[in-house]
């Protein structure tokens, strides 16, 4: 007796015509090859499942894999506007450096005004709501 089907044998299955419909319709997107690998697979899984006690524990593989799908897009999203921010942050420094000479109490006393206008605001800034919002640091209180 040849060993060709690597030690499996054949194994009759009865199903309602609609199940083989849906399992033709999902054997291209779960990358199988055949129904048969389907049904092993789709058995595989069922079986892992009771072996867990139908505990959530089977499925949060799943979940993690795909949670940290989402957290490396969102850690690269970020990055690439945390650049964009630097970038203009410098572009605005060397404005200001340009036109005029600042002095070490006027930069720390700015800073905090300004961390204190940030964290009002939620982190929301908007150039153009500056004076709508009565935002204007008076900087002629440090230098008298």
């Not at 199940?19 to 389907?38: C, G, I, V, W």
């Not at 072996?51 to 799943?62: A, E």
């Not at 109490?105 to 982190?123: D, M, P």
Request: aromatic share 10%; net charge negative; hydrophobic share 35%.
């Amino acid at each position: 007796m040849s060993n060709k089907n690597n030690g499996k044998y054949k194994f009759t299955v009865r199903m309602e015509p609609e199940t083989e419909k849906e399992m033709r319709k999902y054997l291209k997107e779960s990358h199988e090859k055949s129904l048969n690998d389907f049904v092993v697979n789709a058995i595989e899984f069922y079986i892992g499942y009771l072996r867990q006690g139908k505990n959530l524990d089977f499925v949060s593989p799943i979940l993690s894999s795909a949670i940290k799908a989402e957290t490396r897009t969102m850690e690269r999203k970020l990055s690439e506007m945390m650049f964009k921010i630097a970038v203009q942050l410098s572009m605005v420094n060397q404005l200001m450096i340009d036109e005029k000479e600042f002095y070490p109490e006027y930069l720390e006393e700015l800073e905090k005004w300004c961390a204190e206008k940030v964290a009002s605001v939620n982190g929301i800034i908007a150039l153009e709501d500056t004076d709508k919002r009565g935002n204007t640091y008076n900087p002629y209180s440090i230098r008298e």
